[in-house]
């Protein structure tokens, strides 16, 4: 049965109790920041040239793809073997060509532009993802977020906020801590992450883990 923590925010002069699933354990005491993103507003229009539609999406998975290579070499420049694994086993995801297969037929077959064929491909794969009794993998789900919110930020411009200066004894909050947001993360930084959404087979949780950062995901209300 999942272990429930209890995180106390202090709110002027009261306490607020808030509790979710305890995925690393530990006393996380420090000044909080809220970690938002910008949201992603899919424009839904047909594709006028598919063929420029299908260079975009493949120019912008290579960008992915390559971000990611560059991740796992500074990984193991680092020697941090749980963090390469992940970013391995991250990078087959990317690689899957059932994933870039379907995304290359709704812009073909449905003249979808690129941004709305992502999107619309990955959420097909994350429902069925989800429909798995395995929890290990409907928690793979999360990783699918995250990459297909990395390429909808490439197509878009959408530039991702830094997170990588943070001030000493920094407990983030946020609505899902992704592993793109770990990976941005110097951890020397950090006493404590806290998240909405989440749980304890998801790669961000399994870093925090790793680098014995406390941490309580699926955490309701917690923004």
């Known amino acids: 049965m999942p272990i429930k923590y209890k995180m106390e925010v202090p709110k002027m002069s009261n306490t607020t109790v808030l509790t979710g699933l305890g995925v690393s354990p530990g006393i996380g005491i420090g000044k909080s920041i809220i970690l938002k993103r910008e949201n992603i507003i899919i424009p839904k229009a047909k594709a006028c040239d598919v063929s420029k539609e299908k260079y975009r999406f493949l120019e912008a998975l290579e960008s992915v793809k390559n971000e990611t290579k560059s991740m796992i070499a500074n990984s193991k420049n680092s020697f941090n073997k749980t963090k390469i694994d992940i970013l391995n086993a991250y990078l087959m995801i990317i690689d899957d060509k059932k994933i ?6 709704l812009i073909e077959e449905k003249q979808l532009n690129a941004e709305s064929a992502v999107n619309n491909g990955f959420n097909i794969i994350i429902k069925n993802f989800e429909l798995i009794e395995s929890e290990y993998i409907k928690e793979r789900a999360f990783d699918l977020l995250d990459i297909r919110d990395r390429l909808l930020r490439k197509l878009m411009n959408i530039k991702i906020k830094n997170i990588s200066n943070l001030n000493k004894d920094t407990i983030i ?6 592993l793109s947001d770990s990976l941005q993360l ?5 006493n404590g992450i806290v998240s909405q ?4 087979n998801s790669h961000a949780s399994i870093i925090a883990r790793s680098l014995e ?3 309580i995901f699926n955490v309701k209300n917690a923004l």
Do not use: L
Request: hydrophobic share 35%; net charge negative; aromatic share 8%.
């Open 100 to 105: 870039s297969s379907e995304i290359i037929h």
């Open 173 to 178: 909050i946020t609505k899902d801590f992704t």
């Open 186 to 190: 110097d951890f020397s930084s950090v």
């Open 197 to 200: 959404i989440g749980g304890k």
């Open 213 to 215: 950062i406390p941490s």
